[in-house]
C-alpha cells in the first residue's frame, strides 16, 4: 500500500475485554514497529519484528500484551484483560533498513478502556 | 537508555516569525527523524537526518552529531505549522527509536 495502514482507527472496550489491533505496513518493508502515545507523551516504544520475529519486544509492559506478524507482513497487537490505564494511541510503524532507517508511521489506533 | 531532549517545551508565535528548535541527544545515533504530529495524531515525516543539513521549502534541518544535538528551522511560520514537533533518534546497535517529548507550536495569526 501507498502507506501505514492501520485498524480500527478507534475501538472502546470494556474493562477485562480482550482487543486485537492491525497494523498493515509499506509493502516490502521488513521491519514493524508497535509505539504507544499517551496524552501529552512522546511515543513509547513496545516491540519491533524484522520479518516474521519480535526482534526486541523490551517495551511491552506486561505478559498481557502480545504482538505477531505471522507472515512478516500485517501485524496484530494483542491485549489481554483490558484495564483502563491501557487507554492510549497505539500507533504501528514500518521501515525497510536497507541503507535508509526511516521509519514512517500509520494514523494509529485510539484505544478507551472503559 | 538514550536520552532525548526537545527545546523549548512550548513557543508561541505570530504568523510570519521564524523559529528554531532544538533536540539533544545523549549517545551516538545512525538515524535522527523530525516528524510533525497534525491534529488528528498523525506523525508527518519532516527529515530523516542522521548528520548534515537538509532542506524542504520554508522549513530546514541541521544534525550535528558529533556534538549530539539537532535543530529545526521553520522561516515564514504559518497557522497550519501549529501542532507537536517530535525528534527521535536510534542509538547506535539499537533497533527502535527513541521520542523526546516535543515542542508544541502555536501560530496566532
Known amino acids: 500500500g501507498a502507506g501505514v495502514s492501520q485498524t480500527p482507527s478507534n475501538k472502546v472496550t470494556e474493562k477485562g475485554k480482550y482487543v486485537e489491533l492491525r497494523c498493515d505496513p509499506i509493502s516490502g518493508h521488513t521491519a514493524l514497529y508497535w509505539y504507544r502515545q499517551s496524552l501529552g507523551q512522546g511515543p513509547e516504544f513496545l516491540i519491533y519484528f524484522q520479518g516474521t520475529g519480535a526482534a526486541d519486544d523490551s517495551g511491552l509492559p506486561n505478559d498481557r500484551f502480545f504482538a505477531v506478524r505471522p507472515e512478516g507482513s500485517v501485524s496484530t497487537l494483542k491485549i489481554q484483560r483490558t484495564e483502563r490505564g491501557d487507554s492510549a494511541v497505539y500507533l504501528c510503524a514500518s521501515s525497510s533498513r536497507r541503507d535508509r532507517r526511516e521509519a514512517f508511521f500509520g494514523q494509529g489506533t485510539r484505544l478507551t478502556v472503559v | 537508555g538514550i536520552q532525548v531532549e526537545q527545546s523549548p517545551p512550548d513557543l508561541i508565535l505570530q504568523e510570519g516569525a521564524n523559529s528554531t528548535l532544538r533536540c539533544n541527544f545523549s549517545d551516538s545515533v545512525n538515524n535522527l527523524q523530525w516528524f510533525h504530529q497534525n491534529p488528528w495524531g498523525q506523525l508527518i515525516n519532516l527529515f530523516y537526518i542522521p548528520s548534515g543539513t537538509k532542506q524542504n521549502g520554508r522549513l530546514s534541518a541541521t544534525t550535528v552529531a558529533t556534538e549530539r544535538y539537532s535543530l529545526l528551522y521553520i522561516s515564514s511560520s504559518q497557522t497550519t505549522d501549529s501542532g507537536v514537533y517530535f525528534c527521535?533518534?536510534?542509538?547506535?546497535?539499537?533497533?527502535?527509536?527513541?521520542f523526546g517529548q516535543g515542542t508544541r507550536l502555536t501560530i496566532n495569526p
Open positions: 527521535a533518534v536510534e542509538r547506535l546497535g539499537a533497533q527502535k527509536l527513541v
